[in-house]
């Protein structure tokens, strides 16, 4: 079965710096990569995915992610942090179309400080 | 979230006793997804349902039951509640299996089994 892994459970980071959270991920076949936020008390929500073509994959909230077949990765990154984009973040992996077997990783917190 | 509430917030029941969480979606969307979340996890998939009587097991099934009667509600039952189900449970509604959008999800339930 597909699996993702998140290898931070947490990462600090200035406000303006640049961010990175890293995501892993081990699956049969094609992936489908995504990767969503989850605030305080409150469901998850999309960010961005990747099925296929580019693989700076562009999302909500001026986040963006890498994909990188040969090291299995799909790194979300942003240019400049704000402090609201502090959260939990997760990376998720299905493997292929109409799969509905999502795989989620444990999270990583990001914080950032002003 | 938008279309999709999940009811009751929060609930503490006692170790034995059947615990049902329900799911409420006025999206008429056709796939519906129960996921748990819990420390060093992040969510794993319970069950989904892919149309009205249409249910299949996730990953972590065991001690769990479904029922979709119509498709707006996605039941999620506990037939005898142990303390390992103490977890936060969320819903999650997609239109379709490929979704350009990623799934939506509900803002989750909070079950403590004492």
């Known amino acids: 079965a597909q699996s993702v892994a998140q290898p931070e459970d947490q990462v600090n980071v200035a406000e303006g710096n640049p961010l990175t959270v890293k995501c892993t991920y081990s699956?049969?076949?094609?992936?489908?990569l995504f990767w969503y936020v989850q605030y305080p008390n409150r469901g998850l929500q999309f960010l961005l995915k990747?099925?296929?073509?580019?693989?700076l994959v562009k999302g909500s909230y001026g986040f963006e992610a890498e994909f990188n077949k040969s090291q299995t990765s799909f790194h979300l990154k942003k240019p400049s942090a704000l402090v609201s984009d502090s959260a939990l973040y997760f990376c998720?992996?299905?493997?292929?179309?109409?799969?509905?077997?999502?795989?989620f990783g444990a999270g990583t917190r990001l914080t950032v400080k002003p | 979230d938008a279309g999709i509430t999940q009811s009751p917030r929060h609930k503490v029941t006692e170790t034995g006793t059947p615990v049902t969480l329900r799911c409420h979606q006025t999206e008429n969307h056709r796939y519906m997804y129960w996921y748990r979340q819990d420390p060093g996890h992040g969510l794993r998939l319970i069950h989904y349902s892919y149309g009205v009587k249409d249910t299949d097991k996730g990953e972590v099934s065991d001690g769990y039951s479904v029922s979709r009667s119509k498709t707006e509600d996605f039941l999620l039952t506990l037939e005898s509640a142990t303390s390992s189900q103490t977890s936060v449970y969320f819903c999650?509604?997609?239109?379709?299996?490929?979704?350009?959008?990623?799934?939506?999800f509900g803002s989750g339930t909070r079950l403590t089994v004492v």
């Open positions: 990747y099925i296929t073509g580019d693989n």
């Open positions: 999650a509604i997609s239109a379709w299996a490929d979704t350009n959008y990623g799934y939506t």
């Open positions: 998720a992996v299905r493997a292929g179309y109409n799969n509905n077997d999502m795989r």
């Open positions: 699956v049969s076949g094609n992936p489908y």
